[in-house]
């Protein structure tokens, strides 16, 4: 919400607080449903909510009502601007305390200052989240240092969304797991090994998955993902799939294995090479809408070939985008141009290519998806840094040169 709407509303109700009197008994946001001054203290950063209090004896507990509590960095500013260096862990644990209701959301950003990042703190914090319902969490810790998570954790079993950054855990042996789960998304974050393939069994709900950013050497196997057969959203480093050789025809047994993935966001990490892989097995892909891979070496032959077979074999995609790392001019250009293009194949409408410069491979891929997409729409080229003005243009040249399958694609390069 904007600042200056805020700073409003905080106006308008020490105004209307002001001048209540005994010809105006109650202002009229006073007198509005518990449950509409809620929604609008939820609204408010956390900081303003509380400050209401001051306003009269009504609004003095008003606040306790919240079911959204964010600790982030703008809340810790204002406490050290307000109480200076204090125990900020204290405060969070006295205003933790006076919360009546449900807690639908928390968020806590660790480590910065003193008490956020004290082990029996968030031990009793955690501990509180499982008997107030929690459903959507948010730990992370921001100063470098791994946060130890409770065990508590797992007793929020109506959590529906959980972010955790920059945090360690050790589960009991029988992980109960999380019944309700909706999305996960894990960014540096410490298990035992073998661990996460199991929770992952163990979220039957789960739509949305998010763990490019896991600690090495995480991995999960290709079975533990077949149990998660309700993903619509997955983000993955092929790092961190379980297999004895990561083949191209891996990645199609991993989309075969979850029947409504929609949006897939596969990151291939500078350096990365396929192993040989024999024919392409198909697997259904009715749902796969979206399909973005980053941190591809396009000079490498194996992932070019994949990124072709993808095309090839995923028919429904509507959006692709590619980022390429830091191009090396065709250190392995394709032995043949493109593969033989199977025109008006592809449902492709909206392109975005990033670090792209001008590389044989390049051109060959961008002519073999306008050859093969008649309803695109529009493919975005943004060229790497190091592109020199002559190179652009000999880049664009080629470009102009193309057939487009599509009466309407436009090429936008900048």
């Not at 490498?300 to 990124?307: E, P």
């Not at 592809?346 to 044989?360: H, I, K, P």
């Not at 020199?388 to 694609?409: C, G, I, N, P, Q």
Request: hydrophobic share 45%; proline share 5%; charged share 20%.
């Amino acid at each position: 919400m904007n600042i200056c709407l805020l700073d409003r509303i905080m106006m308008k109700l020490t105004d209307l607080t002001r001048k209540a009197s005994k010809f105006v008994p109650q202002d009229f946001i006073s007198n509005m449903p518990d449950n509409v001054v809620t929604n609008i203290l939820d609204r408010l950063p956390l900081q303003h909510a509380v400050r209401t209090s001051i306003l009269s004896r009504n609004w003095r507990f008003k606040w306790t009502t919240l079911t959204q509590l964010v600790f982030d960095e703008k809340f810790f500013e204002y406490l050290t601007k307000t109480k200076g260096k204090s125990n900020c862990g204290g405060i969070i644990s006295r205003l933790l305390l006076q919360i009546k209701g449900v807690v639908e959301k928390f968020v806590l950003s660790m480590g910065k200052v003193k008490g956020t990042n004290d082990v029996e703190n968030i031990n009793h914090w955690i501990l509180f989240l499982s008997t107030k319902s929690i459903k959507d969490l948010t730990l992370r810790s921001v100063n470098g240092i791994p946060v130890k998570l409770p065990t508590h954790l797992f007793s929020c079993l109506e959590l529906k969304h959980l972010k955790l950054t920059n945090c360690c855990f050790h589960p009991p042996h029988s992980i109960p797991g999380f019944p309700n789960l909706l999305s996960l998304k894990l960014c540096v974050v410490k298990f035992e090994s073998g661990i996460l393939g199991e929770i992952l069994t163990r979220c039957p709900s789960l739509e949305i998955l998010d763990m490019r950013h896991l600690l090495y050497p995480h991995k999960v196997k290709l079975v533990d993902f077949a149990k998660s057969e309700n993903l619509k959203i997955l983000s993955l480093c092929l790092y961190h799939i379980d297999a004895v050789a990561i083949r191209s025809s891996t990645i199609f047994e991993l989309v075969g294995f979850l029947p409504k993935l929609q949006e897939l966001d596969l990151v291939f990490l500078e350096n990365y090479k396929l192993t040989e892989s024999g024919a392409t097995m198909r697997f259904p892909a009715a749902c796969l809408k979206a399909l973005k891979l980053s941190d591809i070496n396009l000079g490498n032959v194996m992932l070019l070939s994949c990124v072709f077979e993808m095309i090839r074999h995923f028919p429904n995609l509507h959006t692709l985008e590619i980022t390429t790392v830091i191009p090396k001019r065709d250190a392995h250009p394709i032995p043949n141009p493109i593969p033989e293009v199977e025109y008006n194949t592809t449902g492709l409408r909206s392109v975005v290519f990033r670090y792209f410069a001008g590389s044989e491979n390049e051109v060959c891929l961008i002519k073999y998806i306008l050859a093969c997409s008649p309803f695109l729409e529009k493919i975005v080229i943004h060229s790497h840094w190091s592109l020199a003005s002559d190179e652009r243009l000999m880049f664009t040249m080629k470009l102009l040169k193309l057939r487009r399958a599509s009466t309407v694609a436009e090429i936008d390069f900048d």
